[in-house]
């Protein structure tokens, strides 16, 4: 049993589900709750009994309306713990999100800006709640995100629109946000739950491993050697649980020569 502060983190038949959990600060986040969030988010990678992910904020006002303001300070954004470092902060938990080879839901509840909005850019589908709005706000606030908040962004509406969401901080309806590619579906916030719920059983009945390659290919051509990694150690993972890779083991447990001769295909 894992205990935080910030976060909500529930598993259950199959899906772990991580809220940010502070609704009096629209769900904005503090270096504790990004801390908490990678462990969360850590757990539900090595867990087999998760097949899928739901990232949501608590309450009914917001996802995630990116870092608290109240606390930032020049390092980053300080609160019960000091400051993590900006690039070590946000970065890991997108980092996670894209890399965990599973499906990541964002349960989109309610507002979702600047850091939040990058979260729920990140993950592999969006299911937004009709009362949501999406946007970013880095610009108005001294801030910006120069990596998966701008790249992923761009590759979901495109180069002018990606642009015209940062350099203007406009706020987006819901409805807005799934004509633009930004999320994959809407439902009135009372079908919130039951929808992802159907999203999320849908997945769990295909094949993990279809499904975690196919997560990695996605990122492979933009990720450079990175998702280069990815792609090929999804692919090492599998070869480790066949014979001809016990073969290599095996041989140099009991001291003797591998014999690969019946593996040549
Ligand atoms: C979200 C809003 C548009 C809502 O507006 P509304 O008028 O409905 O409500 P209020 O403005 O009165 O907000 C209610 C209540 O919540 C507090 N609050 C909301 N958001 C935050 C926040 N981010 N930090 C702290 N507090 C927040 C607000 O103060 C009110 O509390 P009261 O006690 O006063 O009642 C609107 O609230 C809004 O625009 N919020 C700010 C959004 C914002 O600027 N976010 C930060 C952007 S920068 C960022 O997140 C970020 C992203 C990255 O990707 C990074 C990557 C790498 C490094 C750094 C990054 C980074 O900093």
Redesign the pocket.
């Known amino acids: 049993m894992m205990n935080f502060e910030e976060i909500i983190y529930e598993k259950k038949n199959g899906i772990a589900r991580v809220a940010i959990n502070r609704p009096q ?2 769900n ?1 986040c503090t270096s504790l709750t990004l801390l908490e969030l990678n462990q969360a988010l850590t757990d539900a990678w090595v867990d087999n009994s998760v097949g899928v992910v739901v990232f949501t904020g608590a309450g009914e006002k ?1 996802f995630c ?6 606390i930032r300070e020049a390092g980053g954004y300080a609160g019960t713990i000091a400051a993590l470092p ?1 690039e070590v902060g ?2 890991t938990v997108s980092n996670l999100i894209r890399t965990i080879p599973k499906p990541v839901i964002a349960r989109v509840n309610g ?1 979702a ?4 909005h ?1 979260f729920q850019v990140v993950c592999d589908l969006s299911i937004a709640a009709e009362s949501a709005k999406l946007g970013q ?2 610009p ?2 001294g ?1 910006f ?1 120069p990596g998966y ?1 701008t790249g992923d962004l761009v590759r979901c509406v495109g180069l002018k629109k990606a642009k015209e969401i940062w350099y203007m901080c406009r ?1 987006y309806t819901a409805r807005e946000a799934l004509d633009m590619g930004l999320v994959n579906a809407v439902v009135p916030f009372e079908k919130l739950d039951e929808e992802v719920d159907k999203w999320c059983a849908e997945l769990l009945e295909k094949s993990p491993t279809a499904l975690k390659m196919l997560k990695y290919a996605f990122h492979a051509e933009t990720d450079g050697v990175a998702g280069i990694t990815h792609l090929g150690v999804g692919g090492l993972s599998m070869f480790y649980g066949t014979e001809e890779s016990m073969e290599g083991r095996n041989a140099f447990m009991e001291k003797r020569k591998p014999d690969y001769d019946k593996y040549r295909k």
């Open positions: 600060k629209f904005a917001a309306t990116g870092g608290d303001q109240s900006v946000w970065q507002y800006i600047g850091g939040g990058v706000a880095g108005k606030v801030s995100d908040g706020l």
